[in-house]
């Protein structure tokens, strides 16, 4: 249909993320690999960052409870993700049950590719939020081939920070998150920046090859509807 609003998803965001890390390491080996592992630090750290400008900017301090809080994302609709808490105290330990990011590369056979988003990319997040933080995988990610993706925050959330975490969600509503449009333009410009920064002339063929895979996979359109969203 000529007047559907064309809007990325999250299976657009991890197909392209997966492409981008088949065309560096297919050019250009363990250096390609290298510059998508150091672009999805620098990725999760400017979320991590952009989430702790909003919780400052509402008069919040920077902790673990205020990091759940100020997430930027949530699924596409409901049952496509799985995931809770698996205690919250003597630290909050996490675990994600179904993925909806495993079943996009799952889905354009992309998944040995993909997995490089999982080595880093919620620690990174939460350091970029408190340089001082450390989240740790307790157990082999989903996308590695593990049943489930488990990861212990390092701090813990008292009964009275789980109300206020409540409460915080609720308030805050989707006023601090980003559709995955957003999203996968700030993917896209910053791992094609690594990309071009660490591999020179091979990064710029790398991320032009993948764009074009990417086009060739979904449509110019889903490609043009992130133009001018970031930075």
């Known amino acids: 249909m000529k007047n559907e609003i064309v809007s990325c ?6 197909v392209l993320f997966a492409l981008l890390a088949k065309r560096a390491i297919e050019e250009c080996g363990d250096q390609g690999r290298e510059a998508i592992l150091a672009g999805m630090t620098a990725y999760g750290n400017e979320r991590g960052m952009r989430m702790a400008e909003n919780a400052l ?15 930027e994302w949530q699924p596409d609709y409901e049952g496509q993700m799985e995931f809770g808490q698996l205690r919250t105290e003597p630290s909050l330990q996490t675990y994600i049950s179904k993925c909806a990011w495993c079943e996009a590369w799952k889905k ?17 997040v939460y350091q970029g939020f408190r340089s001082d933080f450390v989240c740790t995988h307790l157990s082999t990610p989903m996308s590695w081939g593990g049943e489930q993706c488990k ?20 308030e805050l509503g ?11 333009a700030h993917l896209k410009y910053t791992i094609s920046r690594f990309l071009i920064n660490y591999l020179g002339e091979d990064g710029q063929d790398i991320v032009e090859l ?21 930075p």
Do not use: R
């Not at 998803?9 to 991890?14: L, R």
């Not at 993948?210 to 970031?230: C, K, N």
């Open 9 to 14: 998803k999250i299976e657009h965001h991890a």
């Open 57 to 71: 900017a509402h008069g919040d301090e920077l902790t673990t409870m205020t990091n759940q809080a100020y997430g």
């Open 108 to 124: 354009y056979d992309l998944l040995e590719y993909g997995k490089l988003y999982c080595v880093n990319v919620d620690n990174a």
């Open 151 to 170: 990861f212990d925050w390092g701090h813990p959330i008292s009964p009275q920070e789980a109300e206020e975490l409540a409460e915080k969600k609720k």
């Open 174 to 184: 989707t006023s601090c998150m980003k559709d995955f449009s957003f999203h996968t």
């Open 210 to 230: 993948a764009l074009q895979d990417y086009v060739d996979l979904f449509g110019q359109e889903y490609l043009d509807v992130l133009e001018g969203l970031y």
